[in-house]
Structure formats: C-alpha cells, structure tokens
C-alpha cells in the first residue's frame, strides 16, 4: 500500500505543478498585453518627437501587433520608418501601408501616409491622388489627415513635395475649430519656409510656442531660419539653439546641429555635444560607436580612430560600412596607400551606391593612382564624383584636384585631359582655366590639342595677345620647318593685337616673340629680304636691346639676295580644329592640309597628295601610286621658348 499513497503524492504535485505553470505563462501574457495597453500612440509618437526610432517603431509596431486594425498605429509606424534623415526604409513603409489599406481602403490617414511614400519614391501624380482622397474620404475635416497631407509636402528636409499645397493644407487644419496643435503649427512654418517666406514660417513657429511654451522643435526651427542665412547670423541662430536646449535638453536634433557646426572649426566643442546627443538618443542611436570613433578623426587621432573603428567592426555582426571609410579616410591621412586603399575596397562594397559622395570618389581615386595599372578606374571615379555633385564649383574642384595630382607627377597629356573638362562644366572659364589645359598639352609636344585650347582663349578674350601667341606656338610646333604656314595668321593676329597695347611692357615676350617667327618666315620660307628686315625692325621697338633680333637684322642687312624663291607656300585661309584634335588647314590656293593628334600631316593639292609622318616625306599621284620619297626637308630655325607673363596657375 505503501507504493500506492507514494504514486498519489506525486499525481497531486505534478497536477500542482501544471497549473503553476499555467498561471506563470497566463500572468506572462496578461502583463504583455498591459505593456502594449500602457504604451500609447502618444508614447510612440514622443519617441519619435525625440528621433528615438528604434524605441517608437517598437511602440507602434506593438500595438499594430495588439489590434491589426489600428489605423493610426499604422499610419504613425510608417512615419516612424520614413523618418530619418539617412537609411529612409521607404520600402517598409510602403509594405505597413499597402497592408492596412488592403483591409481599410477607406481610410483617409493611410491614404495620406501612402501618398506621403509615393512623393518619396518620386511618383507626384500618384501621391497628388492618393491625397486628395484622403482629404475626401475626411471630408477636409480632420486636422489629424490635413496635417498629414501637408507635412508630407512642405518636409523642408525633403527634396519632395509642393510647399505651396502644404501651406493650403495647413492652413486649412489650424482654420478647424477647436485647433491647438503646436506640432502642426511648426508643420505650418515648415512649409512656409519650404516655400521661401521666412517671416511666415517664423511668425507660425512662434504662435507653436504660444500654443505650447516648451516645444523646443519651434525654437530650434527658428534658429535654422538664421542658420541658412551664414555666419553673419551666428549669434542669433546659436542664441535660438541655446533656448532650444533650455525648454528641452532631452531634444535630440539641437545637439546633432551643434555637433555637426563645430565639427569642421572647434573639435573640443563638437565633442561636448556629440557626448550629450548620444546621452539623450541613448540605445536609440545604433551608429554610435562609429560616431565616438570619428571623433577621433577630427581630433586628427588617426591612428587611434583606425583603432577604434576596428573595436567596432569586431563588436558587431553586420559593420557600419561608414567604419571602413573612416578606415580609409585615417589611413590616407597618415600617407598609408596601402590600408587606405584596402580600407575604400571594403567601403565601397558594402555601402549603398546612393550613399557614396563626391569626396569618397575623389580621394578613393587619388589612392588608386598611386598603384599603377589603375587610372582608368580613378578617372572613372572621378567622372562619377563630378556627376553627382550638385555645384559648378564643386565639380570644378573635383576636376582640378585630380588634375593637379597628374601635373605633380609631372604626367601633363593625363593633367590637360582634366583640366580641359573644366571647360566643359564652367558656364565663364577664366583665362587661367583654358591656360592650365592648354600649355600641359603644350609642353609634352601634344600641339595639336594645345592650339585647340589655345584657340578657345582667343575666341574668349579676342583683345589678349597671350592666346594668339600661344596658338601660334603650338601651330609652329607641328609645322617645325613653317613649310606650311599653319602659324601665320596667329603670329600676324598677335602682332596686330600686341601693337594695339597701350602699355607694351608686359607683353614684350609675346609680341617680340611673334615677330622672331615672322622674320624667320619672311627670310627661310618667302626669301623676302625686306619683309624679314622689317619685322626685325618693329620688333626692335619693342625691344630695342634683343640680342637675336639684332643679330638677325645685321645678317640679313648683308645678305643681297634670298635665292632661289620657291613656289609661293601655302597659306591658310581658313583652319579648324575637330574635338579629337584633328586641325584641318584650307590654303588659298586650293590645297587642303589634314594634321592629326601625333603629328602626321597630309595635304592633297592639284590631285596630288603629300603626307609628313615620323620625318619622312612621301608623294603620291593621282593614279594611287608613290611618285617618290624624299628626306624631310632642312630644318628651321627652332621654336623659341616660351616667355613673357604667362596667368598665373591656379
């Protein structure tokens, strides 16, 4: 009997146990459903007044999971994944939307909420659709609805919407009776300045403050208004902050103002407000080990911010991929190519491509060209840099910085290919600008390319002599012996302007210059004794102590005759330039002259066609065939150097 009463005990204290069990899991789900019931939608929505994302989704996450027909649980968790200025999860938002509208399509806050992810996603006319449907189904009565239909447009952090129908809208909510919103006030003012009135978006802010004294979002609003207008508004903008901070230091958004204003002038400052944003973000801000590792960037510990950005790659399963650009960014500055390259591999491949920057190309293509083999990838870069960048000023910089690098190394075709673009984004290039692309190509012989930019500084500032003598320089560099005359009209054009100058002394290089080739023409090419005497002479009024002009001038003065004249040279009429380089010479005696970027020259004239390639002279007849080959003819006299005052490079 014994055994019995032992297996009764043990029946009775495992049915005991059971039902402990029981009312353990029925209290576990009873206090769940008292902690969804205890957070309401104006707890989500505070949160979200905070920037505390994570906390207000889980709010409205929450209670959507409670009563899946929680219309404005719906409507808010969709605002709450829209929010942030970065990683917008538009497509989240889209999918709470299509669901709670898929069992309530009538309702006008989710098809405000809908056609506030549509304007995101750049579709206007449907989200113009989806608005004026909720403002029917409301019968523009709710102020909740107008309110969402008007910040959805008049967001001036968004790049999206019509701020004049947001002004409409909202001003059709404060009309209703009974309105006392100071959120939808400063909605109000946003849209205001959204549209450009600042007077109205501030007297709205302030009638927010009326409404509630304390809402810091107003007078931080107030201060942006300033802030926009630069530096000269400081004190006052930073006054607006500091009041911000006084109705609400937990108002989050201030201290990431502050913190990013004093980030690039004062570290010390920068850091203080970075430590009070995350103490008031709390576990809401998920980047924070990244942000606390930055900041040893900007205290320029590069060594220590590598240090720290990897402690946070090895504290997370999926890295921040801005933590591998920080990587990069510090070991460039610490003149490591190697990790800094290694460093911009890893970013590149886990960062969205929409979140790569002008400056993360930029500097990426510096640290690829110091590794040969990569320089079409870096130009790639660059071109990618410059499309993205939204200023004129901001893709010529990119330009000129890649340029500049190709110059240091004294590679100048790569230099002039990049200062050329220059030309191509400046609505007004400088005469500085078209100088930089056309003596780089100048000086590693790419003359025809030269005379090309050269030509561009003519026909911008016709009254400069620099761009005549220039052109002509480069013309003479590809016709070395002048047998072609291709630099003729831009010596004789910069002689005519030269002379024009009031004031010689500054050009003396270049005027003087221009009549040494004349002389050299008129005596080598025309034989014409008098001519070349007589650019002697001019150019000895300008210089009356050149010793080359002098000399020439007694030589020839002895000469008697300049035997035997040849057939008269062919001087161009008319001469263009193709966008390859390509420059085509029609001489007045019908010939027609093709030069090509590496120098080949071919003239067809009478049906006969003359071709100069790589120092040799080759004819050919009508009929197809080499009718001889002979050397190429005596040299010239060479070139003279570059001189004179030259704008100064940038």
């Not at 102020?143 to 008007?150: K, M, T």
């Not at 913190?259 to 004062?266: G, I, N, R, V």
């Not at 960048?389 to 990049?418: H, P």
């Not at 004349?518 to 025309?526: E, F």
Request: net charge positive; glycine share 8%; charged share 25%.
């Amino acid at each position: 009997m014994f055994w019995k009463i032992n297996i009764i005990v043990r029946l009775k204290q495992q049915m005991q146990m059971k039902k402990l069990k029981f009312t353990l899991v029925l209290l576990s789900s009873l206090m769940a459903v008292s902690l969804v019931n205890a957070q309401s939608i104006d707890d989500g929505k505070k949160f979200l007044y905070y920037d505390k994302y994570i906390s207000a989704k889980n709010v409205f996450q929450g209670l959507l999971n409670a009563n899946p027909a929680n219309e404005e649980a719906a409507y808010w968790l969709g605002q709450t994944l829209i929010a942030p200025d970065e990683d917008k999860d538009i497509a989240g938002a889209r999918a709470v939307y299509t669901k709670a509208l898929a069992a309530n399509p009538n309702s006008a806050l989710l098809n405000a909420g809908m056609g506030h992810v549509e304007l995101l996603e750049g579709k206007t006319q449907e989200a113009r659709n989806h608005f004026e449907t909720a403002i029917s189904l409301s019968k523009g009565k709710s102020i909740d609805v107008l309110d969402a239909v008007g910040f959805a447009n008049g967001d001036f952090d968004s790049k999206e919407g019509d701020a004049a129908y947001a002004v409409e809208k909202l001003q059709q909510a404060t009309a209703i009776k009974g309105f006392k919103d100071a959120r939808i006030m400063t909605d109000l003012g946003d849209a205001y300045r959204k549209a450009g009135d600042g007077g109205s978006a501030q007297r709205s802010y302030e009638a927010a403050l009326g409404i509630d004294s304390r809402y810091a979002r107003a007078k931080y609003r107030i201060g942006r208004i300033y802030q926009s207008q630069g530096e000269t508004q400081r004190d006052i903008f930073l006054r607006y902050f500091d009041e911000a901070i006084s109705l609400d230091p937990n108002y989050t958004k201030v201290y990431w103002r502050l913190y990013q204003y004093y980030y690039e002038t004062d570290v010390t400052k920068s850091a203080q407000y970075l430590d009070k944003y995350l103490a008031a973000k709390g576990t809401d801000e998920p980047n924070s080990c990244f942000l606390h590792a930055q900041m040893k960037y900007a205290q320029g510990l590069f060594a220590d911010a590598i240090a720290a950005a990897d402690n946070c790659i090895g504290a997370s399963a999926t890295p921040y991929p801005n933590l591998y650009g920080l990587k990069a960014y510090a070991a460039y500055k610490l003149n490591d190519s190697v990790a800094s390259k290694s460093g911009f591999d890893k970013y590149f491949q886990t960062q969205k491509p929409e979140k790569i920057g002008p400056r993360d190309y930029e500097t990426y293509a510096k640290v690829l060209l110091k590794f040969p083999g990569n320089e079409e990838l870096a130009g790639t870069y660059i071109d990618k840099a410059v499309e993205i960048d939204s200023t004129e000023a901001g893709k010529v910089a990119l330009l000129k910085s890649i340029a500049s690098v190709y110059e240091s190394r004294q590679q100048y075709a790569n230099a002039g290919e990049w200062y050329k673009k220059v030309l191509a984004i400046k609505n007004a290039p400088t005469k500085t600008d078209i100088y930089n692309a056309g003596y780089s190509f100048y000086r590693v012989g790419k003359f025809p390319q030269a005379s090309e930019m050269f030509g561009i500084y003519t026909q911008k500032f016709p009254d400069d002599i620099f761009g005549y003598y220039m052109m002509g320089k480069s013309y003479w560099g590809i016709d070395t012996t002048m047998a072609y005359g291709l630099a003729n009209n831009a010596f004789a054009k910069a002689i005519q302007v030269g002379e024009a100058y009031p004031d010689k002394s500054k050009i003396i290089a270049q005027l003087v210059g221009s009549y040494k080739y004349m002389v050299g023409y008129s005596a080598n090419i025309d034989k014409n004794k008098d001519m070349a005497i007589s650019f002697a002479e001019k150019g000895l009024l300008v210089d009356p102590s050149d010793a080359e002009l002098l000399q020439n001038k007694d030589i020839l003065s002895k000469v008697k005759e300049l035997k035997p004249p040849p057939k008269p040279p062919v001087k161009s009429d008319k001469t263009s330039i193709a966008p390859d380089g390509t420059i085509t010479s029609v001489g007045n005696d019908g010939s027609t002259t093709v030069i090509i970027p590496g120098g080949k020259i071919t003239t067809v004239k009478d049906g006969i066609t003359t071709i100069i390639e790589n120092g040799k002279v080759t004819m050919i007849g009508k009929d197809g065939k080499v009718i001889n080959q002979t050397p190429p003819p005596p040299g010239r006299p060479t070139p003279p150097k570059t001189g004179g005052t030259a704008p100064k490079k940038k």
